[in-house]
């Protein structure tokens, strides 16, 4: 079973900061791995989708890596703003099941302005 | 539409009852996959269609839960003898194929009381 796992659960920085976010899965041998954004009382949505055959993605002031080797992928958020303050999910396919995506519980960021 | 949409945004209903959740997907999407989320978690698979039929129905919790997508465009998922542990936030996505980018709908908030 894939699982998911994103640290830290909460952040809370000050604006301007880069920061970053991590993910953690468990079975490595994965299609691609997405990003997605949530705001309070909203759906989902999606920033970054990484190919199991790129090491990096990029889309203005974020970039993901995906390193499948160690299970691993990360969200660097260039120059934080207040308004990136949302939880962010990272999911990857489900062990056997290439149609479901197994989500981490997300990472809660709190941009202070 | 530009998006997955969804409807109701919400719904209130008396344990017991049945629900109809509906989800319109983007145009030319052949996938489209069904989600729950409770609160502070990550999304939890349901259910995913590739055209009209259900080629995965694996995360569906019990028989009250069904879903839909007669033509390969909407779908409607249908929960019957609805229970208070039902209450969540059904979430719709669509993508062009199963690997490709998810989009995800704003949600249906589900209250059962």
Request: glycine residues 10%; charged residues 15%; proline residues 5%.
């Amino acid at each position: 079973k894939q699982e998911v796992t994103q640290i830290p659960a909460a952040l809370s920085v000050p604006e301007g900061e880069n920061l970053v976010l991590n993910c953690s899965f468990t079975d490595s041998a994965i299609y691609n791995l997405q990003w997605f954004r949530q705001d309070p009382g909203k759906g989902l949505t999606s920033l970054l989708l990484i190919q199991s055959s790129q090491r990096e993605q990029t889309s203005g002031r974020l970039n993901a890596s995906l390193d499948k080797s160690s299970g691993r992928s990360t969200l660097y958020i260039a120059a934080s703003q207040p308004g990136d303050s949302a939880t962010y999910l990272c999911a990857a396919p489900a062990l056997g099941s290439a149609r479901q995506l197994t989500f981490g519980s997300g990472t809660q960021l709190t941009v202070l302005p | 539409g530009a998006g997955v949409s969804q409807t109701p945004s919400n719904k209130v209903t008396e344990k017991g009852k049945y629900v109809e959740l509906r989800c319109d997907p983007i145009s030319g999407h052949t996938a489209l996959y069904w989600y729950r989320q409770s609160l502070g978690q990550g999304p939890e698979f349901l259910i995913y269609f590739q055209g009209t039929g259900a080629a995965d129905d694996s995360g569906l919790p019990n028989d009250r839960f069904f879903a839909v997508r007669p033509e390969g465009s909407v779908s409607t998922l249908k929960i019957q003898r609805t229970e208070r542990g039902d209450s969540a936030v059904y979430l719709c996505a669509s993508s062009l194929t199963f690997s490709d980018e998810a989009f995800f709908g704003q949600g249906t908030r589900l209250t059962v009381v």
